[in-house]
């Protein structure tokens, strides 16, 4: 019903930026509510930043002024544009939508996001 592709991880020097990119496809996708979440081993997955569909944004403390989250609703893409990075912000990075308030939650396969020098 949904398929979600992360791309854009990579490695990066502290300080560095990079840009997540989440391309959607499916006939069930509508941007009700797409989100990034990260996750590093040993730990749960944490939410990073939503956006709704009205365009409401909310963020994680930890990157709040730093990321930023957007969409282009014409190529069904979701981005985290990622600034200041920290080594604590490596991990994997997965996009997840969910279609209705009821509906189960989607997710992309993940991307590595390498901060080191």
């Known amino acids: 019903q949904v398929q979600l592709v992360e791309s854009g991880g990579g490695l990066v020097q502290p300080g560095g930026s990079l840009r997540l990119s989440c391309a959607a496809s499916?006939?069930?996708?509508?941007?009700?509510?797409v989100g990034w979440y990260r996750q590093v081993p040993g730990k749960e997955r944490e939410m990073v930043a939503v956006?709704?569909?009205?365009?409401?944004?909310n963020y994680a403390e930890s990157v709040k002024g730093r990321f930023s989250i957007s969409r282009d609703i014409a190529k069904k893409t979701v981005y985290l544009q990622m600034n200041s990075l920290k080594p604590e912000d490596a991990a994997v990075y997965y996009c997840?939508?969910?279609?209705?308030?009821?509906?189960?939650?989607?997710w992309g396969q993940g991307t590595q996001v390498t901060v080191s020098s």
């Open positions: 499916g006939p069930h996708f509508n941007f009700y509510r």
């Open positions: 956006i709704i569909s009205n365009g409401i944004t």
């Open positions: 997840s939508t969910r279609i209705s308030a009821s509906s189960r939650e989607y």
